[in-house]
């Protein structure tokens, strides 16, 4: 269950047991899917690209798919469908939010890695 004040959903490609999820190309590929599904309305071309509201990213080296919550006030049946299938797949599903990369010249960009 996701609670109501979440912006975004982690689901990663670690299972339940923490083994990784195969195929590797399975987040792609989920995206792949929900590509139509944008804020804008179906548009020609929107198979070219993934929709804000689900978008593949390694995280800590690990894939998931960056679900907005957005996309359940857009498609409540969409966002169903992707959340069954991290749960039909047992993978590891968290709550949080990407933070924006700090603007060039930001002390924060400056900052040198650990």
């Known amino acids: 269950m996701v609670s109501p004040s979440a912006k975004e959903v982690f689901i990663q490609g670690l299972t339940r047991s923490g083994k990784p999820f195969r195929p590797s190309d399975w987040a792609e590929r989920l995206s792949g899917v929900m590509s139509p599904f944008h804020p804008a309305g179906r548009m020609p071309g929107a198979h070219l690209g993934y929709s804000p509201w689900c978008i593949p990213k390694v995280i800590n080296g690990v894939k998931c798919v960056v679900l907005n919550t957005a996309l359940r006030d857009y498609d409540p049946m969409a966002w169903d ?3 069954g299938f991290a749960r039909d797949n047992e993978l590891q599903v968290v709550e949080a939010c990407l933070l924006p990369d700090p603007a060039p010249g930001h002390p ?7």
């Open 81 to 83: 469908f992707v959340l």
């Open 108 to 114: 924060a960009s400056d900052a040198p890695a650990p």
